[in-house]
């Protein structure tokens, strides 16, 4: 650690809203001093975060929420973060409250106030906005199928977008019970938010979980069955705010969320995949985690 550097900014140059001239621009937002580093792989910020977050005054995070995933895993002190928008999507920032242009979303931290968060805790992986077992973990596989362009960014909204229209042709539009939420019943699959909106579908913020709050448990959300008539009225609902529907699970405020599948299920995490599981333990870890607002 370089003697007298108190903040540290942590960058993924690969991802896709991250180049030399924003850097730059958001470089000159943050406090005088900070120190940038660039990851290079994937778990370099998991590493950066544990060397820098016992010494730190505060960690500033400028990439996707997969690297924002990444340091939230890593830190070993409570370290105030502040996470500016760098990827194509960053539900993160934008849930957080903060400007979706990167160099604003600087400024805004760099004067901004640190607020308490809660966290989830999926198999012992920390999530801060959303995890799923099932379609949504699906899309993410998908999407990371296609790979990265040729200077290593992601794909944008339109491999998104079809990749949903694929993985609803795979299912044949039609999603059958296959996993058990204790306590509430069977289901297609699960959404666990720790926030609304759940994710954003370009600038559409899609509030599946329209009460969950990062001051409170997690919600989840979960169809007991899912046939071809039944997805534009759910994807309305999802866009207005509304789970209200007599088939879909809800579980508001929740403190755990164990989840049991008839057969290995896809998983991910603030939208990473996390591999294949038969069996969820959800914790919503209250309070865990401060950040810069």
């Excluded at 973060?81 to 760099?110: C, E, K, M, N, Y």
């Excluded at 294949?276 to 309070?287: C, F, K, P, T």
Aim: proline share 5%; net charge neutral.
């Amino acid at each position: 650690m370089t003697a007298g550097v108190s903040r540290v900014l942590i960058v993924n140059p690969f991802a896709s809203g991250v180049n030399e001239r924003r850097l730059a621009a958001v470089q000159a937002a943050l406090p005088s001093g900070t120190e940038t580093i660039l990851t290079q792989a994937q778990g370099d910020a998991t590493e950066l975060a544990r060397e820098w977050s016992p010494r730190a005054e505060a960690i500033y995070v400028f990439s996707g929420d997969g690297t924002y995933n990444e340091v939230i895993n890593g830190i070993q002190a409570d370290v105030p973060l502040g996470f500016i928008p760098g990827g194509g999507t960053s539900v993160l920032p934008r849930a957080l409250g903060l400007a979706r242009d990167p160099v604003r979303a600087a400024a805004q931290i760099a004067r901004g106030r640190p607020r308490r968060i809660s966290l989830g805790i999926i198999n012992g992986r920390k999530f801060a906005f959303n995890a799923g077992v099932g379609f949504d973990a699906d899309l993410v596989r998908k999407v990371d199928g296609l790979g990265r362009r040729s200077d290593g960014k992601r794909p944008g909204d339109l491999a998104f977008g079809l990749a949903v229209v694929r993985t609803l042709v795979d299912h044949r539009l039609h999603y059958e019970p296959v996993l058990e939420v204790e306590g509430l019943g069977r289901a297609a699959f699960a959404l666990v938010a720790n926030c609304s909106p759940y994710t954003y579908a370009g600038h559409l913020g899609l509030r599946v979980a329209p009460d969950a709050s990062f001051e409170g448990g997690l919600d989840i959300v979960a169809p007991r069955e899912v046939r071809v008539r039944a997805i534009p009225r759910l994807a309305v609902r999802a866009l207005r705010g509304k789970h209200g529907a007599a088939n879909v699970l809800v579980g508001h405020d929740l403190d755990r969320i164990l989840i049991r599948c008839d057969i290995p299920m896809p998983a991910q995490a603030d939208g990473e995949d996390i591999g294949d599981l038969v069996e969820a333990e959800i914790i919503a870890w209250r309070d865990a985690l401060t950040v810069l607002v």
